[in-house]
């Protein structure tokens, strides 16, 4: 029961934070939380202090400054990988603040198919086979159709772009992700004029992913939704790679989706099932906890979490602690879409 409370939403809790009791709504909270004496707050995230990645707050660091590593790629070779990777850099997206180290961002994920710890999903990975990797397109869509994710990789040229990435649970990171607008992508999935929405379904596979298997109270297969218009935001990604190759298995290979301007868990990994649809979708996170994860979940330091305020992050790649950006600092580019 202490090991199910000392999970935080998005991994295990830390000391700066409240436990996560969604789950285990049946306990009294307040007791459950005096008992455990987690009514005080420490400022400091455990493991995380500048050890190595430290760089200047909006320094932005070169491409050069990630040799190609084969560290954390896994075996299998994305097709045409050696041609497609690296990809060309759009410059119109720098990150704005120093690249987190690959070695961080590869060894602190959350993927709680593999497991809730963050720094374990690494090395839960092995049985997980993304090749080959098929992905159903459904729906409101003019032909249904399964395609295989190097027809997705080619329907436009796969580009670099830096961007934010924040995590509800506050933290973040500066990474390189390789992929395509999604708006290309959608238009290409040829959707009815009555679709309003677009939902991804990732894997069920728990004889590959020992989370599935360990924790089956969660509504597997992870899934999750944006609005149509959102989808169609130049910033939205659909990805391939990352740190200048193809995802690594617990970056969510072969292909995920990315909006920075959204908390990280609207960024579904390894998708299987594309879906276009009338009404707003049901998402993984909403129904696991409605009241602390809305569809919408832009990034606002003005909304706290029902159990934590969202003002400030720490950047994982250099320790330091930052306000939060409305919209993770991506206003200009999606604030029209919520105008209204
Ligand atoms: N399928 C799937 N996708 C997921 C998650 C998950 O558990 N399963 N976690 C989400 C959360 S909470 C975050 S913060 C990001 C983490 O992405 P990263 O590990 O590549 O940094 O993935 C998101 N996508
Ligand atoms: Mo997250």
Not at 42 to 53: D, E, N
Not at 62 to 90: C, H, I, M, T
């Amino acid at each position: 029961m202490f090991e199910f409370l000392q999970r935080t939403p998005h991994g295990r809790r830390r000391p700066d934070m409240p436990p996560v009791l969604e789950e285990a709504a049946y306990f009294d909270r307040r007791s459950v939380v005096k008992a455990l004496g987690l009514g005080s707050i420490v400022a400091t995230l455990p493991g995380c202090r500048p050890t190595f990645g430290q760089a200047e707050p909006g320094h932005v660091e070169s491409l050069d400054s990630y040799p190609p590593s084969d560290e954390f790629v896994p075996a299998w070779k994305p097709a045409g990988g050696k041609e497609r990777y690296p990809a060309k850099r759009n410059s119109a997206y720098t990150g704005g603040r120093a690249l987190v180290p690959e070695k961080i961002a590869a060894t602190y994920n959350n993927f709680y198919e593999f497991t809730t710890t963050k720094s374990l999903v690494h090395k839960r990975v092995a049985a997980f086979e993304p090749r080959p990797w098929k992905v159903r397109i459904g729906g409101l869509v003019e032909e249904e159709k399964t395609v295989d994710i190097d027809d997705i990789a080619a329907i436009a040229p796969l580009e670099e772009r830096i961007y934010r990435f924040r995590c509800v649970e506050r933290w973040s990171m500066v990474i390189p992700w390789t992929g395509l607008p999604m708006a290309e992508f959608v238009k290409w999935c040829k959707p009815k004029p009555e679709a309003k929405f677009i939902r991804f379904v990732t894997f069920n596979r728990p004889d590959q992913a020992p989370g599935q298997k360990t924790e089956p109270w969660w509504p597997w297969p992870y899934y999750e939704g944006l609005r149509l218009d959102e989808a169609m935001n130049p910033l939205a990604l659909v990805t391939t790679g990352v740190f200048g190759h193809g995802l690594p298995a617990q970056h969510g290979a072969p292909i995920r989706v990315i909006v920075p301007w959204k908390y990280g868990y609207k960024s579904p990994k390894s998708f299987e099932v594309v879906e276009f649809v009338k009404e707003q979708p049901h998402t993984f996170w909403e129904d696991s906890a409605p009241r602390e994860y809305p569809f919408l979940s832009n990034v606002d330091p003005g909304t706290p979490h029902p159990r934590w305020s969202q003002a400030r992050e720490q950047d994982i790649g250099t320790g330091e602690e930052l306000k939060t950006l409305p919209y993770n600092g991506y206003e200009a580019e999606v604030g029209q879409l919520y105008a209204s």
